[in-house]
C-alpha cells in the first residue's frame, strides 16, 4: 500500500463494473501450475512439454515476467489512488484431497476474479468447479478475515463448497468430445451440452456481469444452471439474466460479453449471443451492444488456457477511463473512438497464469449504490 493510500478505510461496497474503484485485489502469478488432469479438464500441450496426462509449474522465467507486470499493475493503480492488496498464494504444487477425490496438483492465485464475486457489500467466495481450484479461496482467506475485522458491514459468504464427486460430471466428457463429428459440436453448443452435470449448483465468479440490480451470468463450462439458480435464489432483489453464446470451449463472461458503463457494452465478435430476446433487451434499454475490435493473437498463446479474446478483459477505473491490455492496439483504438481515456497496461506475459486485466483483479470498493440500469425488462429473459 502506498502512503497516500494507508488510511483509506476498508469498506466492502461494489454494484458494478464501472464506477470509480477505490481499492481492488490483484492477483499473484507465484507457483502457478499446469494443472494435473482432472474429470472437468485435461491440458494437452505437447509442443510446450505437457503433453496429455502430465502436469507441472509454468516455467520459472514465464513466472517472473508475470509477476513484473502484475507488480508494474498494481503500482500503476497505487499512483492513481487506489488501495491495492494481494492474496497469499499457497504451495501449488501439492496434492490436495476431500473424502470424495484426490487432486495431484493445485492450478494458483492470478485471477481473484474467478473466485470472487463483490455484489454490494458482500464478497462470494464462487464454488469453482474445477478440483485443481477447489481450495484456492484459501489465497483470499488472510484479506477476507481482515476486511471482516475492519468493515462492520462488510458480508462475507462462500457459495456451498461442492463435492466434485464424479457425478458432478459427465463422464468421459473430453474422449466423447474428441470423437464428435462438427456437426454434434455444433448441437452440443445449441444444447449447453458442456462438461458439468446438474448435480450441484457450481459457478465461477468471472461468469458473472454486474450492472447494478441486473447480474448477467454466463451458463458456460464452468457454470451450471444449478449454479444459475442458486445466485437466483441467493439475490432475491436483483434481477439474473442467465446468457449463452456460439462457443465451444465457453469460459466466462468477461472476454465474451462485457458491460463497459451504462448504455454501452462490448461483445465478443466470434461468440455471437445465442440467448433469446438479448439484444432487444439492451435495444429496448438504449445500451449500445459494440463488436469488439480484432484481437492482437490469432490463437491460444503457449501454455495459456486463455483464449485471444482477453483482448475483451479490460478494468474500468471509472465511467470514462479504462485499462487495457496494451498490445491491443485496435482495441484501445476503438475505446479511444467511444470516447473512454485508454490505460495501455503491458499484461501479455501473464496470459498463461489464468487471464487478463478484468481476470487479474477482484473489486473491494467502487463509489455509487445499487441503480436499476434496465428499467424495461423482457418477459423470458
Ligand atoms: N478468464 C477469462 C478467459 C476467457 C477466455 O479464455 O476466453
Redesign the pocket.
Known sequence: MTAQNETRATIVSSWNEWDPLKHVIVGRADGTMVQAPEPAIERDWPDHGFPLGTYGPLPKEMETRANQQLDNFAKLLEDRGIRVDRPTPLDFSQEVRTPDWEQNSMFGCM?P??VLLTVGNEIIEATMSQRARWYEYLCYRPLLEQYFKEDPNFRWEAAPKPRLADDTYKKDYWREWDKKSKAEKEKAIYELDWVLTEKEPCFDA?DIGRAGKDLFVYRSSVTNEAGVEWLRRHFPNHRIHPVWFYED?P??I???FVVLRPGLTLANRKRKPLTPNMLQFFKKNDWEVVECAKPFLDDYPPLS???P??SM?TLMLDPKTICVDAQEKEQMEQFDRLGLEVIPVPFIDVSAF???LH?ATADVYREGNCEDYFPHQIEGF
Open positions: 485471477p476474479r474467478d468471472a470451449n469460459i466466462h468477461d472476454a465474451t488456457f486463455c483464449s479474446w482477453l478483459n489464468g487471464g487478463g481476470c
